[in-house]
């Protein structure tokens, strides 16, 4: 079974609607993000969350929202969704570095939520 | 702003010849990793270098950081088909609260034809 999931896999909506995207994990890892991915753009962070009781914004905030709902769970929300909205959303996870300013741990990411806006 | 910049943005080659992938910035990294993606699923760890002039090693893959810590490569020899991917580098800079996130470039799309 995947270590980090991601649902739906692939949906479609309409401009206006609410959109909610799951994620979930069974690594144990602290560390949760919600990345965008767009044609030639690559990864762009949207939010991210060092444990339960911490949210930041990423570098596109505006127009989503976030949920840490539990270590294994951060969900991410479009409250009305746009068209320049769609594009390929990833999850990832890591652990918490060992030491402040070293060697960064792995991500690891989900197959990805394919949004599409109309 | 693009924080680290890629190039080129597209590699089409044979089976068989050598290429070269950059990624470079005008900001300092205190590291830097290496990703694969391929079609239909997140991008995977290849490498992470951490040292100014650090070279890394991975199979017919080598990974380079540069000596002040502003660029990297990654080089393959002989390619193979399944080495088709799009490679993305990430850094970490730290600055104010950013608390040591990565920064993505937007990757390499490389095709690597039998």
């Known amino acids: 079974d995947a270590d980090v999931t991601q649902t739906p896999r692939n949906r479609i909506t309409k401009t206006g609607k609410r959109i909610m995207l799951e994620c979930s994990q069974t690594?144990?890892?602290?560390?949760m993000y919600w990345y965008r991915q767009d044609p030639g753009l690559g990864l762009r962070l949207i939010y991210y969350?060092?444990?339960?009781?911490?949210?930041n914004k990423g570098e596109i905030s505006d127009g989503y929202s976030v949920s840490r709902q539990a270590q294994a769970k951060f969900s991410l929300s479009l409250e009305s969704a746009i068209p320049n909205q769609t594009a390929l959303y990833f999850c990832?996870?890591?652990?918490?570095?060992?030491?402040?300013?070293?060697?960064?741990?792995?991500?690891?990411f989900g197959p990805g939520t394919r949004l599409t806006v109309l | 702003t693009q924080l680290l910049e890629q190039s080129p943005q597209f590699l089409s080659i044979q089976e068989g010849e050598n290429l070269t992938v950059y990624c470079n910035s005008s900001?300092?990294?205190?590291?830097l990793q290496w990703y694969r993606q391929e079609p239909g699923e997140g991008p995977v760890l290849l490498v992470t270098?951490?040292?100014?002039?650090e070279v890394k090693k991975l199979k017919r893959l080598t990974f380079q950081f540069g000596d002040a810590r502003k660029d990297s490569s990654l080089h393959i020899t002989a390619a193979q088909p399944g080495d088709t991917g799009l490679y993305l580098c990430?850094?970490?800079?730290?600055?104010?609260?950013?608390?040591?996130?990565?920064?993505f470039g937007r990757g390499t799309q490389l095709t690597v034809w039998p």
């Open positions: 990832a996870t890591s652990e918490r570095d060992i030491l402040a300013g070293g060697r960064p741990r792995e991500q690891f």
């Open positions: 690594k144990g890892h602290d560390r």
């Open positions: 969350s060092f444990d339960v009781k911490d949210i």
């Open positions: 900001s300092v990294f205190s590291s």
């Open positions: 270098v951490v040292t100014g002039g």
């Open positions: 990430a850094g970490r800079v730290f600055r104010g609260s950013t608390l040591g996130r990565l920064y």
